[in-house]
């Protein structure tokens, strides 16, 4: 079945860690993005990729970085996390072309302590 | 800029009632807007798009959309709540700055009483 996977679901780390979030899509779609979400806020574009070996930062200013080697797969990793980190962050993916609809995941909840 | 706009972070309805989730966008060309619903620890899923033509747009669960280009508004519906639409409602226009991202609003939530 076709879909976006995120892991893990939840995360709970200390300060200073390094950490990669994992997102992969089923989707066949060349279009992937990282959103962050915080209560009560729009969600924020933290990076997208157009294809292999395309990235760009969004709208959000972001210490993390992302890397598109394969087609499916868009990890976010933090090299040293902070507790303002602490979000959920949100994947999904889009076909190229067509009417934009982006498809997500179901999300990573951070905490850093 | 682009930017959206939802009026009222908390809406509250009886089960049967009229549900009405407003949204409000700007945008210097012709807009590309969604509806997205999350529930509790989970993504966000497509209700509905408007792109092109009709400006009345009907999705999922019973739900529709308005595009009123003068208003610049694209309004949720939906006739009779049911318990289960009990969630997160985002409103999104397509970011013309960021290739096909998505500018969001800050969401509405909706709660349902019996």
């Known amino acids: 079945e076709a879909d976006i996977y995120q892991t893990p679901r939840y995360l709970v780390i200390g300060t200073g860690k390094k950490i990669t979030l994992e997102c992969s899509q089923t989707?066949?779609?060349?279009?992937m993005y990282w959103y962050q979400q915080d209560p009560g806020m729009e969600l924020h574009l933290i990076h997208y990729?157009?294809?292999?070996?395309?990235?760009e930062k969004g709208d959000l200013s972001s210490e993390s970085t992302v890397s598109r080697i394969r087609t499916e797969h868009f990890p976010l990793t933090l090299e040293s996390a902070r507790p303002s980190h602490t979000s959920q962050y949100l994947c999904?993916?889009?076909?190229?072309?067509?009417?934009?609809?982006?498809?997500f995941g179901p999300g990573t909840r951070l905490t850093v302590t | 800029a682009q930017s959206v706009t939802q009026l009222g972070s908390h809406v509250s309805v009886s089960e049967g009632a009229l549900v009405l989730l407003r949204c409000n966008y700007s945008?210097?060309?012709?807009?590309?807007l969604f509806w997205y619903v999350q529930y509790p620890n989970q993504g966000l899923q497509l209700l509905l798009k408007?792109?092109?033509?009709?400006?009345l747009v009907k999705g999922i669960n019973g739900f529709e959309a308005e595009f009123k280009k003068s208003e610049t508004s694209f309004h949720l519906t939906k006739p009779s709540a049911h318990m289960s639409d009990a969630a997160e409602y985002f409103c999104?226009?397509?970011?013309?700055?960021?290739?096909?991202?998505?500018?969001f609003g800050k969401g509405t939530t909706l709660s349902v009483s019996s």
């Open positions: 999904a993916s889009s076909v190229a072309g067509g009417s934009y609809e982006q498809y």
């Open positions: 989707m066949g779609h060349d279009k």
């Open positions: 990729s157009y294809g292999v070996n395309s990235t």
């Open positions: 945008s210097s060309v012709p807009p590309y």
């Open positions: 408007y792109t092109t033509g009709a400006t």
């Open positions: 999104a226009v397509r970011n013309n700055q960021a290739g096909t991202a998505l500018i």
